[in-house]
């Protein structure tokens, strides 16, 4: 089916001046992202790479690059890698959001400060859950690491049951709200991954033919 018959099997009622309308503002969307896209890679030679201090670890290194980049390129290539990584949640937080489960009321007040009780979500408590006391053991079993009862407490403070959202995804956030502040616009897969195509174009471009 092409795009105009889409078009007007999803807008019932639909004139010929609407689609055009519609064929017009996509096209103004499509050209003003390549716009986007040259004027980056224009940039890119005057935006200077982070540098890397020398005590910096390697694995510090990504984090350095997504806090304070302001290379379109480094961030593009970082925001790609984020999101593959982004369902391999190996973290404690990801072990007890997936095994967690409702809990007595009272093992909060046990092994928490009753003050934060207002905080959490009523969901969490179940007179006839199971113990956190159980959960922890468990939960340390299949994370093949210590989980106490005090990480469970910290947890149901922090979220509420289905809203856990990993680290990886809160860097991507935090890295879309720097880009949009950097570049006025809002950064996607598929913007990131023809920016980094087109670098790497103009650079096998440049690559000179040693004979």
Same mark, same amino acid.
């Given at each position: 089916?092409?795009?105009?018959? $889409? ?33 980056? @890679? ?45 369902? $391999? ?7 007890? $959001?997936?095994?967690? @489960?409702?809990?007595?009321?009272? $093992? ?60 990886? @995804? ?19 897969? @598929? ?21």
């Amino acid at each position: 089916m092409s795009s105009k018959s $889409n078009f007007f099997q999803r807008n019932e009622g639909a004139t010929e001046e609407d689609y055009n309308r519609f064929a017009s503002q996509v096209g103004q969307r499509i050209d003003n992202s390549h716009k986007h896209q040259q004027l980056l @890679r224009f940039a890119m030679q005057f935006i200077p790479v982070t540098i890397i201090p020398a005590f910096i670890e390697p694995h510090e290194a990504g984090d350095l690059v997504r806090t304070s980049s302001q290379n379109p390129m480094e961030l593009a290539t970082i925001y790609l890698e984020l999101l593959a990584e982004e369902r $391999n949640d190996f973290s404690k937080e990801g072990a007890i $959001n997936e095994h967690l @489960r409702p809990f007595p009321k009272e $093992n909060f007040e046990r092994w928490g400060d009753k003050n934060w009780l207002t905080d959490v979500a009523k969901s969490w408590f179940h007179a006839e859950g199971t113990p956190l006391d159980v959960q922890a053991m468990e939960i340390s079993d299949y994370y093949n690491g210590e989980v106490t009862e005090n990480d469970l407490i910290e947890f149901v403070i922090q979220w509420k049951p289905g809203k856990y959202r990993t680290v990886h @995804r809160r860097q991507l956030d935090d890295l879309e709200k720097r880009w949009l502040e950097l570049f006025g616009f809002k950064l996607s897969k @598929r913007y990131a991954e023809a920016l980094v195509g087109l670098i790497e174009q103009a650079q096998e471009e440049e690559t000179p033919v040693p004979f």
